[in-house]
């Protein structure tokens, strides 16, 4: 048997290569076609899932850390174990290296979220302040793992367009290829976080998109299954919330009551968007007024909230043991309204002290 021509297997890699060169040049030149664009958001997708995973695994793993508890999800339980001096201690801290990172690397001192991710799908092509957002994501690392009371979404979001930001510049993506590339790597962010694909897909394309296109549709729900996926190889097929199965709705008697609660609720949001803009107005008078400097606002921000979980532990890091205990019916109803109370309050301190985390 004769041995293979080495110069025609080496001819045949040179040719290959060459095929990807001219396929690269053209999807830089001519920008991507329909199946190429799929690929690029599938990509797009995976890389924003993990870059969720791996900042979600990495707050559960300096929080369990720090206040020195084996199940994350049981937080708020064994912090109220702990020394008040050292549940006072974290969030100080964590606030100062917030701020002196945020008054080292931004000019504004605040970090990035979903704000400027809508910002920049509509105004910047679907690009986002990638330095900026880095470090507004390790800002936000820290508050969440040092005890801010902020939900992770946030930054996760601007974490995944920070992703498209990169794959835009390379593929020198025009408008709608750069936002409908940020809709996919959000979509993929979030349902990495929720294991929700169609609550990442409904996100990306109503609340950063604003639109429902046809053409950024299919990309997005391709990018939000990956998310979903991924979630799943990484922590099984489990929802974030665990619901009761008895649970079975009898309609005419709780139906007046879904009516009541979504008009609370939406007045308890109205208060607490609200208590974060006087928050932030009324710290930046009060910064402005003792010429605090600006690496200290975090810090003060934080020693409130240490003072806050010394009595109420419940405030610390985004809450789901609280969320998952009133949807399972362990929250009595005056404790439900007491923590509602106690978190706007300590969510404003956090926003308005200019740590890290979203709402």
Partial sequence: MSKPDKSLFKQGIDDVLRG????????????????????????????????????????ETFQAWLYRTDDITHLHTDVARLDWWWILLIPMVGGLAV???????????????????????????????????????????????TGGSTGREGPVVHLAAIVSTYVSRLIRADGITGRDLLGCAVAAAVSASFNAPIAGALFALEVVLRHFAVHAFAPIVIASVAGTVINRLVYGDVTEFLIPNQNVLAFYIELPAFLILGLLCGLIAVVLMRSIFWADTMASNLQAHFKIPRY????????????????????????????????????????????????????????????????
Avoid: C
Wanted: proline content about 2%; overall charge positive.
């Fill in 99 to 145: 701020g002196v990172l945020l008054n080292r690397f931004t000019n504004d001192g605040r970090v990035r979220s979903v704000a400027d991710v809508i910002e920049g799908a509509a105004l910047y092509d679907g690009r986002v302040e990638a330095r900026k957002g880095l470090v507004s994501s390790l800002a936000s690392f820290i508050t969440l793992s």
């Fill in 296 to 359: 200290l606002r975090p810090m003060i921000a934080g020693t409130l909230l240490g003072a806050i979980a010394i009595y109420y532990p419940h405030i610390i890091g985004v809450g789901y043991e609280t969320t998952s205990d009133a949807l399972t019916g362990r929250l009595l109803m005056h404790e439900a309204v007491v923590f509602v109370v106690i978190k706007i309050v300590a969510v404003a301190i956090t926003m308005g002290g200019r740590m890290g985390g979203g709402v």
């Fill in 20 to 59: 990807f060169g001219d396929a690269w040049t053209l999807v830089r030149t001519r920008g991507p076609s329909q199946v190429q664009f799929w690929f690029i958001a599938l990509l797009v997708g995976i890389t924003a899932s993990f870059a969720a995973i791996g900042f979600r695994f990495g707050i």
